[in-house]
T-cell receptor, first 117, second 114 residues
Framework: AQTVTQSQPEMSVQEAETVTLSCTYD???????LFWYKQPPSRQMILVIR??????QNATENRFSVNFQKAAKSFSLKISDSQLGDAAMYFC??????????????FGKGTHLIIQP | ETGVTQTPRHLVMGMTNKKSLKCEQH?????MYWYKQSAKKPLELMFV???????ENNSVPSRFSPECPNSSHLFLHLHTLQPEDSALYLC?????????????FGQGTRLTVV
């Protein structure tokens, strides 16, 4: 079974600064997908960024980028130019590509990101 | 708004009650999921339906009973719940899960069992 670990329960960053959220995972599979989801107080889980394990290039979406280290099983999220609207819970998630069924997501416990004005 | 709607948003029920949670998606997706989100625990996958057939049941107690009458609707029937079942229940859907496309989530139902 796969596991996802987020070792930072809470992070705080000044507005306009850069912050990095950590995520490590454990799997015996070689082909899978990794995601970062954001959950604001409204409780709606929103996809931030997605990475396919077979792609070496790190995914980027505007101010959000990842550092995907497959050998180390590490998948960190960098948020540049932090904005007040970035305040939320951030979840790292894993999905198998070869599960042979409609696999759901395996989530970490989340990191609560606070943006200081 | 992600196209996945859950009702009700809040639910308080006694341990002897029977209630149902509803999820509806208008995205044309072919897979739907129930997750449980408890305080201080990772989101837990409960049930997966693909093409209206249940494909995964992660050792969920029988007091939770899912139903997927068509590809747009998903229900979670609840009966004789325990206080530890109080949590946020999230529904999600995705298109072609084999390709790892993103899941779209509803806003959840906050369930309190008293």
């Amino acid at each position: 079974a796969q596991t996802v670990t987020q070792s930072q329960p809470e992070m705080s960053v000044q507005e306009a600064e850069t912050v990095t959220l950590s995520c490590t995972y454990d799997t015996s599979e070689s082909d899978y997908y990794l995601f970062w989801y954001k959950q604001p107080p409204s409780r709606q889980m929103i996809l931030v960024i997605r990475q396919e394990a077979y792609k070496q290039q790190n995914a980027t979406e505007n101010r959000f980028s990842v550092n995907f280290q497959k050998a180390a099983k590490s998948f960190s999220l960098k948020i540049s130019d932090s904005q007040l609207g970035d305040a939320a819970m951030y979840f790292c998630a894993y999905r198998s590509r070869t599960g042979g069924g409609a696999d759901g997501l395996t989530f970490g416990k989340g990191t609560h990101l606070i943006i200081q004005p | 708004e992600t196209g996945v709607t859950q009702t009700p948003r809040h639910l308080v029920m006694g341990m002897t009650n029977k209630k149902s949670l509803k999820c509806e998606q208008h995205l044309g997706h072919n897979a739907m999921y129930w997750y449980k989100q408890s305080a201080k625990k990772p989101l837990e996958l409960m049930f997966v339906y693909s093409l209206e057939e249940r494909v995964e049941n992660n050792s969920v107690p029988s007091r939770f009973s899912p139903e997927c009458p068509n590809s747009s609707h998903l229900f979670l029937h609840l009966h004789t719940l325990q206080p530890e079942d109080s949590a946020l229940y999230l529904c999600a859907s995705s298109q072609d899960p084999y390709r790892g496309l993103e899941s779209f989530f509803g806003q959840g139902t906050r369930l309190t069992v008293v």
